[in-house]
């Protein structure tokens, strides 16, 4: 699994701003909206609070400032992202097969539950490659596979859409075009 990236205010004493983009637990990408007080139930004093906003789904969150519970850490950079997709012709994959649901489902969760970046990329294209052979050999699919392998690309492109400010209907091509042009020895910077 990767190294991780998380960081909590707590231990770096690290405030977030307005306008600041987050990888926020299983939520994915988020925007800080608003800094806000808060009075919590049983709560002594009012305490602050992010409100968040998901750039791909429609909601709000409110995280404490403080809180270690769920693990949040700014976005990847653009100069991160084009190293990611330049690393994808050199990453080996290993398709991981059990017949056992839960065994394949905590060895997909595991890979999630991380958070990060690299570990997303392998997970999507470990499921990926085991499409690829399943579908070769005219077999049906897993809805396991399938479910976690949507997560994982939700996930991963939702943060480099942003971290590339693309669509992140974009992200398919713009990694394609990337890799092309590298392979052809062109330095490729994405014009939309």
Avoid: W
Wanted: hydrophobic fraction near 35%; glycine fraction near 4%.
């Amino acid at each position: 699994m990767g190294e991780s990236r998380f960081i909590t205010t707590e231990v770096n004493k690290k405030m977030y701003k307005v306008g600041d983009l987050l990888f926020y637990g299983s939520t994915g990408t988020c925007r800080v909206v608003d800094i806000t007080s808060r009075d919590p139930a049983g709560a002594e004093k009012p305490q602050k609070y992010y409100v968040l906003s998901p750039l791909y789904q429609n909601y709000t969150i409110y995280v404490p400032v403080n809180t270690t519970k769920i693990p949040m850490r700014p976005i990847i950079s653009k100069e991160e992202a084009h190293r990611l997709i330049d690393l994808i012709p050199s990453i080996r994959v290993e398709i991981f097969h059990s017949r056992i649901i839960n065994e394949l489902t905590q060895h997909y969760k595991a890979s999630l539950d991380t958070h990060e970046c690299t570990d997303l990329l392998k997970l999507c294209m470990s499921i990926y490659a085991k499409k690829q052979a399943v579908e070769q050999q005219k077999r049906k699919f897993g809805a396991i596979d399938e479910r976690f392998m949507n997560r994982a690309e939700d996930l991963l492109f939702g943060e480099l859409a942003a971290a590339l400010d693309i669509e992140r209907e974009q992200v398919t091509g713009y990694i394609t075009n990337r890799l092309n042009k590298k392979r052809n020895g062109i330095n490729y910077e994405y014009s939309q």
